[in-house]
């Protein structure tokens, strides 16, 4: 587990300010591999005639293209997104803030592209996802 753990500097940073930013951990060719992993699961979806449960488009096509602005349970849906929430580099990192008890609960994957997208309205998910266990936050 070696490999890509947080410095004492991050994690004194992600203590003290409840947030750390890790630039580029993912390069150009992850980024592509995930670009072209949604593109296929938007017209695996759109040819299936349900894609209103494999994802949530956006009202309006672009180009003459539909957009997809939620994906349900990216996990469950694709291999790759399963390779994504498994890698070291995201894993171990974790585990340098909360020890090597990670689950994964849930998992939807949000896009908001550029110049693209409705609003969605302020709302709260702690109803839907109440995290009750915060017993030791100063670790």
Do not use: C
């Not at 929430?85 to 689950?103: H, K, V």
């Not at 592209?113 to 009750?132: I, N, R």
């Amino acid at each position: 587990m070696s490999e890509y753990l947080l410095s004492e500097q991050h994690i004194h940073q992600y203590r003290t300010e409840s947030h750390l930013v890790i630039p580029s951990v993912f390069g150009k060719d992850d980024l592509g591999e995930i670009d072209q992993t949604i593109r296929d699961l938007t017209d695996q979806a759109i040819e299936s005639g349900q894609s209103d449960k494999i994802m949530e488009l956006e009202p309006q096509p672009v180009n003459g293209q539909y957009v997809p602005r939620r994906i349900y349970n990216p996990f469950d849906q694709h291999e790759y997104f399963r390779k994504l929430a498994t890698d070291d580099r995201i894993l171990n990192r974790i585990e340098s803030l909360i020890g090597p008890n990670i689950a994964l609960h849930h998992s939807k994957l949000n896009m908001k592209p550029g110049k693209v997208g409705s609003v969605v309205e302020w709302h709260q998910d702690l109803a839907y996802f109440p995290h009750t266990n915060d017993a030791d936050l100063s670790r």
